[in-house]
Structures are given as C-alpha cells and as structure tokens.
C-alpha cells in the first residue's frame, strides 16, 4: 500500500473512531422484515424503509422467480446498447401511469438516478436552489452539475423567494431550478409543494420533487406530487423503487421531451448496465398493486398513527412528522446513542440520528413502523420505549 494511503487511512480511522462517529455494521441473518434476527437476537424492526413490506411479498417473489426463468438473471448491457429489455419498457409505462405523467425513465437506484438527472439538465451556466436538508444524492448531483448551488433555509418560502428573486434578477444564470425532497426523511415532513409552484411560476423556475420516502406513503400511494395535486405543476418527479415499492431502482417521471433527453444524455442510463429482468418484474408486480389497491398504505398510515399515539402517551417527544416517520426526540447526543443501545438490548432496533444528520441538541431515535407490524409487535416496541424512557429519561 502507498505510504499515503496507509496513513490516510490510519489517521482518519482512528479519528472516527475516537469521536464516536465510526459506523459498525449491523448484519441481519434472513429477510428484512418487520422482526429481524442479529446474530441471533430477535428485533423488532423499526429502522427500514420497506414500509409497505413488498420487499417480502409473495406475489412479488414470484414475478421475480418466473422473470429469473425466462431472461436468466442479468440484463447483459447497458440500456442503450441492448440491455432494454420489454420488461424496462413495460416498467417505464407502468411509472408514467402511477404518477400520471406523459413518460418516465427508470435507473438502477435512486441514488444515481439523481447524479443522472440533474446534471443532465443543469450546467456550469445555471443556478440550483436546494432545500438545506435535502438527501446527500441530490447535493452530490447537485455538485456533479457545476451549477451554482445556493441552499435554502428548510421550507422556508420567504428564504426561497428571496434566493429565487436574487438568481433570477442577477441575468448570471440561462436556467434556474428549485429542488427539494418531497418527504424529508429525518422529521417526516412535507415539502411545501403549492408554495415552491407558486414560486417557480413566477420566476420561471424548473421543479424537481425527489420523493423517496413519499412515494408508496403519501398521496394514497402516488406520492406528493399527487398529495397537492400538482401532476402538471412539476417538471421532475422523481423517486426509488428501493423504499416502498420494496425492490431497487431509481426513476424520473415527467414530459416526454425531458424523458426522451434523459435517454440520450444521462450518464448512468447510457454506461452502467440496466437493472436485473428479475428485479424490474417484482417492481412491476408492485407498482401494479399499489394501483389496484391502497390497502396496504392505509395499514402503513394506521400504524404509523398507533405508533405515534403510543409514544405520546408515554410522554415523548415525537415532533411534527405529517407521515409515518415517527422522531422521538432525546436531545443530547450520547444521551440519544445510549438510548437506541438500551432500546437494543432490550429488543427493538431503531437508529438514534444525530449531529452533524440532524441540528445539535436534537438527537433522535427514527422509527419507521411499516404495514406489516402488528399491534403485538408495535405494543411490544412500545413496552420496551417506556422501560428505557423511565429509565434514562424518568418519563
Ligand atoms: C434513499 C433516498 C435516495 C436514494 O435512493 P436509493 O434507491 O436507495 O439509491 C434518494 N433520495 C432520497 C430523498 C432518499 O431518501
């Protein structure tokens, strides 16, 4: 190893490690589900983003399986090559048909679908203003752009008209956008939709919606985008089929010019080989069943809503969430880790986020109950957070 790697590594490794911020990773033996096993403890599971459980479900399984059969198991290049298969075809329909919009593409995670997607569109003569909490893959696609990236305060509109106002009078920049996430996945809020339109019309702005933890939740299923009713309002609707559509992909659903530009012009779509035929058929079993039925949405939400009450009654703090992301709020932040440890050893896995994720002083333990927890295993979780809370809190 070159001796300035060596002691790269070594330096920035123990510095990690002696601030507490060195990441081990927890490895669960079998499915992600709403009970877990590490190393051969029994968890409830409150820390995935399988919120609706389709990445277990039966049907889906299937589809993968008979998939598996008929086109083996990759897609063999590229989507521009030859590696489009009818199935990336019929999948990029099915996105158009669920978010109601004339076209969409689809990308191997969610994560490069934003490095693709935004620095397609944007360049070194625009301007991007991007919420201050927006996800990492925005801010590296942001980045990637060279565009001039201003950030805003979090949903703070005045903030926004402000920057947008400064950008679009400075005569600096040939297009200007405002990207947000739909559902900030820290707090469970809601992006101010209508408003950020609003302010996009007048200023000529084009809108980007990255709505991960948004779709398959809000919008009895379709997302944000839908919740406001905004179909034709914004340019970029993008979102994961990792979350709760329970597979793996990224996509952007939109008018077909722009679709037909990303085809041509986005990086990850034209040099990295397409999503496997049996991933891409699960995700289309799954996206059919969100629209035939929102059954289970309305079980995520019930959940979500139990859970929230529960922590309430035992007197925590569980902030603002609007969606099932539910915060509980402990503050200092060893005081959060030692929470979540405790909460561990007693049975629950849930992750304590704190600075620099979320502002100082606010450590958090997130929970993301899905549909397919059950009241036991919700009360049980619940049992356990009044146990810890009367222990290290006196709740
Ligand atoms: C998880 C997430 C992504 C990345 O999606 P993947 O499909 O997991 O790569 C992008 N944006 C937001 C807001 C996310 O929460």
């Known amino acids: 190893m070159a001796k300035a790697l060596d002691s790269f590594l070594e330096e920035n490794l123990k510095l ?3 601030q507490g911020l060195y990441n081990e990773i927890d490895v669960i ?20 983003n399988n919120y609706l459980g389709l990445a277990t479900n039966p049907l889906l399984k299937e589809a993968a399986k008979r998939a598996v059969d008929q086109y083996g198991v990759g897609a063999g290049a590229v989507r521009t090559i030859n590696g489009t298969l009818d199935l990336h075809q019929q999948l990029e329909e099915k996105i158009a048909e669920f978010k109601g919009t004339e076209a969409a593409i689809s990308y191997q995670s969610g994560f490069n679908c934003n490095m693709a997607a935004i620095s397609a569109v944007m360049g070194k003569d625009d301007c991007i203003l991007s919420d201050q909490l927006n996800h990492a893959s925005i801010i590296d696609g942001c980045r990637l752009s060279k565009a001039k990236i201003v950030a805003y305060t979090h949903s703070d509109m005045d ?23 739909g559902v900030f996945s820290m707090d469970g809020d809601l992006a101010k939709l209508p408003d950020i339109v609003e302010i996009a019309k007048e200023f000529d702005l084009i809108t980007y919606v990255d709505d991960a933890h948004g779709s398959g939740v809000t919008g009895n299923g379709r997302g944000t985008v839908k919740h406001f ?6 340019d970029f609707q993008m979102g994961t089929l990792s979350k709760a559509i329970g597979v793996v992909g990224g996509y952007v659903a939109g008018k077909k010019a722009l679709i037909e530009w990303l085809k041509v012009r986005s990086r990850p779509f034209l040099f990295s080989t397409a999503v496997p035929p049996g991933d891409v058929a699960a995700t289309i079993a ?3 069943m969100l629209m035939q039925s929102s059954e289970r949405t309305e079980k995520l939400w019930e959940n979500g809503n139990y859970f929230k009450e529960g922590l309430k009654r035992l007197g925590f703090n569980i902030g603002n969430s609007e969606t099932p992301i539910t915060p ?23 992750k304590a986020i704190v ?8 450590g958090r333990i997130r929970n993301m109950p899905t549909a397919s927890h059950t009241k036991e295993m919700l009360d049980e979780a619940l049992a356990i ?11």
Request: proline share 3%; aromatic share 6%; with cysteine.
């Open 16 to 18: 990690l490690k002696d």
């Open 29 to 48: 033996d079998g499915a992600n589900g709403p009970v877990i096993e590490i190393s051969g403890k029994r968890l409830i599971n409150l820390s995935s």
């Open 159 to 181: 903030d926004l008209r402000k920057k947008a106002k400064e950008a679009a009078e400075s005569g600096h920049y040939r297009k200007i956008m405002v990207i947000t996430d």
């Open 229 to 234: 009713g905004l179909e034709k309002d914004i």
């Open 286 to 288: 799954a996206i059919d």
């Open 328 to 350: 509980c709020i402990i503050g200092d932040e060893k005081l959060t880790q030692r929470f979540a440890k405790r909460l561990l050893e007693e049975g629950v896995y849930a």
């Open 355 to 362: 600075y620099p994720t979320v502002p100082k002083g606010t």
């Open 385 to 395: 957070y009044e146990k810890v809370g009367r222990e290290l809190l006196g709740v």
